[in-house]
């Protein structure tokens, strides 16, 4: 119940890129309890260790920023224009209920558009873009909206974590506040534990924006070893074509890549270590770069053995992201057991 506590803090918490303090303060808080130290770079990283002198040193990264909007002009009526921070489907934005994030706290609005009963024909077949858009925050004009908000605020959508069904979960941010959960979660499993690696488990910021903060921590660390936990889809739903994504379900356990951007002994590594703990896994293929903290991992310095472990998620960038819970433990437990198996004789020359 504890580690749900600390799942749901991170989901409630905002994080768009470039605004996540307000998560890593709640990671440092928790992580802080197993690690012998924690930190915080300049770039808004969280990085937790455990046996710093040990050997050979990992790093696990989750990035804990997420989707969201940031203010762009202030209308003479008080109606807020923004922007997307991240990739958004703007059609599924209109009609969202949002907060603010400023100075003085939290403002409530909604994302307005015109009404479909107004719109002409030729207005119904335009496709929607950002800048049609705009957030009512019930201010009369310019000087009183600005009284309570500044161009740059950033904003998310209000929705947060419910349980949906069994052990299947919905919120907003899953997208990779999971993935930060899971890697600090690692070090409370390692608690008290004997083990060789040196380990510095990083909650990312700024992945959504281009990787930026696993490429700095990763650059900070200089890893042997890199392990990225992402969210990656699941194809358990209609209309995804397997021949395309591949076959990934809810509930089936964690995803480990094989591809150009994964090391092949740390992904046989990985393999071995959940057969041998019975944890259930699925395979997906990334051919190239895999667009996750994964590719920045790998070529950082003069390059770094990476692996990449993915939690299935159904509706990724949507305010109703689904995954299992299960998956979530189980990502965690195989990294666990995988830490605890490494040593300085492993060869990760491919």
């Not at 050979?56 to 909007?69: K, S």
């Amino acid at each position: 119940m504890k580690s749900l506590t600390f799942l749901k803090s991170l989901l409630e918490a905002p994080s768009p890129s470039g605004f996540e303090q307000p998560v890593q303060k709640i990671w440092r808080e928790n992580v802080g309890k197993y690690a012998d130290r924690i930190q915080t770079d300049v770039h808004g990283n969280c990085i937790g260790i455990i046996n710093e002198e040990g050997s050979p040193r990992i790093l696990l990264a989750g990035h804990c920023d997420e989707l969201g909007f940031i203010v762009q002009y202030i209308t003479d009526e008080g109606f807020l224009h923004f922007r997307n921070i991240g990739g958004f489907d703007v059609n599924i934005i209109p009609g969202r209920r949002v907060k603010v994030h400023t100075k003085k706290g939290p403002i409530l609005g909604v994302t307005g558009k015109k009404a479909i009963h107004v719109m002409t024909d030729e207005e119904k077949k335009k496709k929607a873009e950002i800048h049609d858009l705009w957030i009512d925050i019930g201010v009369g004009d310019r000087k009183e909206a600005e009284a309570l908000v500044s161009v740059g605020d950033p904003v998310t959508y209000t929705v947060g974590f419910e349980e949906l069904r069994k052990d299947l979960a919905i919120s907003r941010g899953f997208d990779d506040k999971a993935g930060s959960f899971a890697v600090g979660e690692v070090l409370r499993m390692l608690s008290g534990k004997s083990f060789k690696a040196a380990v510095y488990s990083v909650s990312t910021v700024q992945e959504e924006v281009g990787l930026r903060g696993a490429r700095t921590s990763a650059f900070g660390i200089n890893p042997k070893v890199g392990i990225a936990v992402d969210v990656t889809h699941a194809t358990d739903h209609p209309d995804m074509d397997k021949k395309r994504v591949g076959d990934i379900k809810l509930g089936s356990g964690p995803v480990i890549a094989r591809g150009a951007n994964i090391n092949p002994v740390v992904q046989k590594m990985l393999i071995r270590t959940a057969r041998d703990e019975k944890i259930p896994f699925q395979i997906e293929a990334a051919p190239g770069g895999t667009g996750t903290d994964a590719n920045a991992i790998q070529l950082t310095r003069a390059g770094v053995a990476t692996g990449l472990v993915s939690i299935p998620l159904r509706y990724m960038h949507t305010s109703v992201e689904t995954l299992s819970l299960k998956d979530v433990e189980n990502v965690s437990k195989l990294l666990t057991a995988f830490i605890l198996r490494l040593d300085d004789s492993v060869d990760f020359t491919p």
